[in-house]
Antibody, heavy 120, light 107 residues
Framework: QLQLQESGSGLVKPSQTLSLTCGVS??????????WSWVRRPPGKGLEWLGY???????YYNPSLNRRVTVSVDRSTNQFSLKMTSVTAADTAVYYC????????????WGRGTLVTVTS | ETTLTQSPSFMSATPGDKVNISCKAS??????LNWYQQKPGEAAILIIQ???SLVRGIPPRFSGSGYGTVFTLTINGIESEDAAFYFC?????????FGQGTTLEIK
C-alpha cells in the first residue's frame, strides 16, 4: 500500500529557505498518471494548497505565495520536494504532501505532516 | 479563487446521532468537492469524492450531497471512532481551496 512521509528541517530561520521532501513508499512515484502536491496548515488556521507538479512535469503554484515555492520530483529516489524561499514567521505550519490521481479529482492520499517552525 | 465556507467549526455529538457538516462555495464548482477525515497525528483520509461518492472501505453511515455551491457531509449514526477533524476541498479550479474544517467531538 502506497504511503507518503514528509521529512526535513523542523526549524528554519527567517529569510532562509524551507526544504522538505516527501518519500513515496510501497510503490513507484513514476507509475500511473499521478500528480504531487504540498499543502500546509498554520497553527489555528485552515489548510492552504501550495503547489503542484503534474505527472507531465509541469507545475502550478498558489499565486498567494508570490513565487516563493518550487515543487520538484526526483524519480531516481522516489520522492518529491518543496522549497520555499524568504520564509517568515507566517510560514510556520504543519506541511503535508499529497497525491492526486487521474480518476479521482483532488487528493486521494496524504502524508501525516511535519511541523516547520520559522524562528530566529 | 473559490472560497469554501465550512460550518460548524466545532460540534459535539452523542453516539447514534445524525450530524451534518456544511460546505458552501463562493462560486459554482459543479460536483468537484471532496470530504476528508483526519485524526490527530494521522494522515487525512478521503471519505467522499465528487460530492456524493462514498470511497471504498468507508462505512456507509457517511454520505455526501450537494452540487454547485452547497454541499453537505452527513454522518448517520455517529460512532465514537468518528471523532476527528473533517474538511472539504474544491478541485474545480486553481488554486485548490479548503474549508476551515470541523472538529467533531463524541460525548
Amino acid at each position: 500500500q502506497l504511503q507518503l512521509q514528509e521529512s526535513g528541517s523542523g526549524l528554519v530561520k527567517p529569510s532562509q529557505t524551507l526544504s522538505l521532501t516527501c518519500g513515496v513508499s510501497g510503490g513507484s512515484i513514476s507509475s500511473g498518471y499521478y500528480s504531487w502536491s504540498w499543502v500546509r496548515r498554520p497553527p489555528g488556521k485552515g489548510l492552504e494548497w501550495l503547489g503542484y507538479m503534474f505527472y507531465s512535469g509541469s507545475t502550478y503554484y498558489n499565486p498567494s505565495l508570490n513565487r516563493r515555492v518550487t515543487v520538484s520530483v526526483d524519480r531516481s529516489t522516489n520522492q518529491f520536494s518543496l522549497k520555499m524561499t524568504s520564509v517568515t514567521a507566517a510560514d510556520t505550519a504543519v506541511y503535508y504532501c499529497a497525491r492526486e490521481g487521474p480518476s479521482v479529482g483532488g487528493f486521494d492520499l496524504w502524508g501525516r505532516g511535519t511541523l516547520v517552525t520559522v524562528t530566529s | 479563487e473559490t472560497t469554501l465556507t465550512q460550518s460548524p467549526s466545532f460540534m459535539s455529538a452523542t453516539p447514534g446521532d445524525k450530524v451534518n457538516i456544511s460546505c458552501k462555495a463562493s462560486q459554482d464548482i459543479d460536483a468537484d468537492l471532496n470530504w476528508y477525515q483526519q485524526k490527530p497525528g494521522e494522515a487525512a483520509i478521503l471519505i467522499i469524492q465528487a460530492a456524493t461518492s462514498l470511497v471504498r472501505g468507508i462505512p456507509p453511515r457517511f454520505s455526501g450531497s450537494g452540487y454547485g455551491t452547497v454541499f453537505t457531509l452527513t454522518i448517520n449514526g455517529i460512532e465514537s471512532e468518528d471523532a476527528a477533524f473533517y474538511f472539504c476541498l474544491q478541485h474545480d479550479n486553481f488554486p485548490y481551496t479548503f474549508g476551515q474544517g470541523t472538529t467533531l467531538e463524541i460525548k
